[in-house]
C-alpha cells in the first residue's frame, strides 16, 4: 500500500485526490492546507485526516508521497521540506518560479533516493501522446511546422487570486502554454530560439494573452498560443502538425477531435479522415499511475526535474522575449 499526502487541496489537490480513489493499493492518508475551508471539504469528500501545513503533515503521519498542489511560487519551500521528511514526491507544474528556484530544486533532486515527478499532465493526455506516437512513426513525414492553442473565456480562480500576479504565477505563458512547450519539446527535442508577444503589461489584470514562436534545433518550428482572454466559450485546445506527407490535426471541441490527412490520400481525391476519439480516463489519474508505478518499479517517473527544468526555461525565455522584444538564444 502506497500512503498518500495531498499539500494543497485547491483545484488540482482536489482532483488529485479524486484520482488517487481510483488506484489500486493506494490510500490517501492527510490532505494539508492553511484553509479551514478547504481542509474541513477534504474531510468531507474522503474522510482523511487533516492538517494545516507540510510540517504537520510529515510530523503527525506517516506518508510514502508527498503530492504538492500549492500556488507556483511555494513549490520550492514545500518540496525542500518534503525532501527533509524524505518521501517520494510529485509535484504539479510549473517547476518553479523562476530559473533560481528551478536550479536549487534540481540541486536537491541530486542523488535524492527517492522518486520525483512533475505535473506535465499533456504528456498522459491520450490525444496528444497519440498524435506523437503518429509523427515519430513517420506517418506524416518529416515534421516542419507546429501550431498548438490553450485557452477560454475564463481567468483561473486561485486562492487569495495568485494567478492574477505575474510574480506569482508567471501568467499565461508560465502557468498555460508551458503545457505545450513541454508536449512539444517531448516531441521535438530541444529548442534553439524563441521570440513571443504578450499582452501582459498592457491590459488590466483577469486579461492575458501570448504568442510564442519557437525554433527547435531539428528545424521545426512552432507557433504556440494561449488565452485567459478568449471571447465567450469553454476552455479548449488544439494541435495541428504539418510534415513532408500530411497533416494531423487535433481540436477538443469536436467529437472525434483527431483527424489525419495524408497528401498521397489527398491527392487521390478529397482526403481521408480518420476520426478517433481518445479514450476517457483522465490524464492526471494517468500522471498519477506513472509516479506510483515509478515507485513500485524503482525507475523514473516520465517527467522528471531535470526534464521539467528544460521545459521552464524555456518558458522564462519566451517571457524574456515577450519583456525584452527580442529574440532570445537558449
Ligand atoms: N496540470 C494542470 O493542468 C494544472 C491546472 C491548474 C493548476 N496547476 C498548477 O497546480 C498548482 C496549484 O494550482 P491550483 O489551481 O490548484 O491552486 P488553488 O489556488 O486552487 O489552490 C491552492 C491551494 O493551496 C493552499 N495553500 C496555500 N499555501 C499553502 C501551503 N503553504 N501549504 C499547503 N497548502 C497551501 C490554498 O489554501 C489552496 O487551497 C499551481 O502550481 C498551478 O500552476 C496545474
Redesign the pocket.
Known sequence: MIRVGV????????VHSQAFQELNDVELVVV????PD?RAQAQRDFGVDVV???EELLRSSSVDLVDI????Y??E??LAQAIVGNKHIFI???LARNLEEGQRILELAKDYDKKIGV???VRFTPAYTGIRESVLQGEIGQAAVARTFRGGSQF????HD??ADFDL?GGVIL?LII?DIDYLRWLFGDVERVYAKTTHGRTTAHLEWAMIVLRFKNGVIAHVEGSWTNFAGDFYTTVEIAGKDGLIKYDSRETDPIVKTTLAEARAGGGVTVPENPAARSP?LLELEDMIGAIREDRAPLVTVEDALGTLKVALAAEKSARLGQVITL
Open positions: 499539500v494543497g487541496y485547491g483545484t488540482m489537490g482536489q494539508a492546507d492553511p484553509d478547504r494545516s501545513n507540510i498542489c500549492v500556488p507556483t511555494l513549490h519551500t514545500v504539479e507544474k510549473p505535473g506535465h499532465v483561473p480562480q486561485g486562492w495568485w494567478y504565477s502557468d503545457h492526471y
